[in-house]
Nanobody
Framework: QVQLVESGGGLVQAGGSLRLSCVAS????????MGWYRQALGKQRELVAV???????NYADSVKGRFTISRDNVKNTVFIEMNSLKPEDTAVYYC???????????????WGQGTQVTVSS
């Protein structure tokens, strides 16, 4: 079984910062990409940022220059540092990872349960 567990969400004022963490655990052979998505109320889930095993990153235009994604490959952990937060960043933030549970498994995407981020104006 593979589990992704997020932490670090909460309530913050506009202009403030938050750091989210996500740890992948369980039966894991290798992890390719890890990333963060978010889903605001009444909207579709959207990509926030992703980082590959080679540390290449990709960001949504709406967060470029404000958010920074990073990962610790030894601890199977991905982080996102969110600065200059805006009310429109309010959403449930989901961690995801593309990984192989064992050597012969297909590369599959796994989701965490999500953590709420609320930015007040």
């Amino acid at each position: 079984q593979v589990q992704l567990v997020e932490s670090g969400g909460g309530l913050v004022q506009a202009g403030g910062s938050l750091r989210l963490s996500c740890v992948a655990s369980g039966s894991i052979f290798s992890i390719n990409a890890m990333g963060w998505y978010r889903q605001a109320l009444g909207k579709q889930r959207e990509l926030v940022a992703v980082v590959t095993s080679g540390d290449s990153t990709n960001y949504a235009d709406s967060v470029k220059g404000r958010f920074t994604i990073s990962r610790d490959n030894v601890k199977n952990t991905v982080f996102i540092e969110m600065n200059s937060l805006k009310p429109e960043d309010t959403a449930v933030y989901y961690c995801g990872a593309a990984l192989k549970a064992y050597i012969s498994a297909d590369l599959s995407w796994y989701w965490g349960q999500g953590t709420q981020v609320t930015v007040s104006s």
